[in-house]
């Protein structure tokens, strides 16, 4: 059974900081990884693509990296601001039977 | 703008009366899928289609129905709705391995439903 797992469950740093998030999925037959980013109520946006042939995305201060054989995912987040609070969830999308398993998500929260 | 569309954003209604969700696809997306959230529970899957006519249980089907008559549109169901269905609902798509080109098959939220049933 694919299980998707997201720790810490909640984090807070002063801003500025760099961090990171981490992702690990028992299965590495997946056709990709997808992070995503969820403010309170609202829908989720994604923040990057990783194809299983892949070992990283960036986009702006986000860089996600990959490494399927370890069943692992981190999302780098580079010089915190307010407006990246949230809450960021990675999706994986196995191969077997084309499910879509999420991870429960990190709750973020930068300090001002 | 390619997107999900869901509607209502916002339900309230009383237990027992039967009602639907809509969510429209404007992607040629194969793959539709619904879900709830949940405080400390996380996304769980309702039910999900893989292509026309094509429709599965996911997680948590108990008390919905959905049907996939044309590719765009995914209505979520609640026949008899009770006061455990109160949830965030969202629907998503994204292509059906092998429909899309490498790169595509991201998936796609809508904004969500906030249902609440007295």
């Known amino acids: 059974k694919q299980e998707v797992t997201q720790i810490p469950a909640a984090l807070s740093v002063p801003e500025g900081e760099n961090l990171v998030l981490n992702c690990s999925f028992t299965?590495?037959?997946?056709?990709?990884l997808q992070w995503f980013r969820q403010d309170p109520g609202k829908g989720l946006t994604s923040l990057l693509l990783i194809q299983s042939s892949q070992r990283e995305q960036t986009s702006g201060r986000l860089n996600a990296s990959l490494d399927k054989s370890s069943g692992r995912s981190t999302l780098y987040i580079a010089a915190s601001q307010p407006g990246d609070s949230a809450t960021y969830l990675c999706a994986v999308r196995r191969s077997r039977d084309d499910k879509i398993i999420f991870g429960k998500g990190t709750r973020l929260h930068i300090l001002p | 703008e390619a997107q999900v569309t869901q509607n209502p954003r916002y339900l309230i209604t009383v237990t027992g009366k039967k009602l639907t969700v809509t969510c429209s696809q404007n992607?040629?997306?194969?793959?539709m899928s619904w879900y709830r959230q949940d405080p400390g529970l996380g996304l769980r899957q309702i039910y999900y289609s893989m292509n026309v006519e094509v429709t599965d249980k996911g997680d948590v089907p108990e008390g919905y129905k959905v049907s996939r008559k044309e590719k765009r549109n995914f209505p979520l169901i609640l026949e008899s709705p009770s006061p455990n269905q109160t949830s965030l609902y969202f629907c998503?798509?994204?292509f059906g391995w092998g429909q899309g080109a490498m790169g595509d098959y991201g998936y796609t939220f809508g904004s969500g439903t906030r249902l609440t049933v007295v």
């Open positions: 299965d590495s037959a997946i056709y990709n």
């Open positions: 992607m040629n997306h194969e793959y």
């Open positions: 998503a798509s994204s």
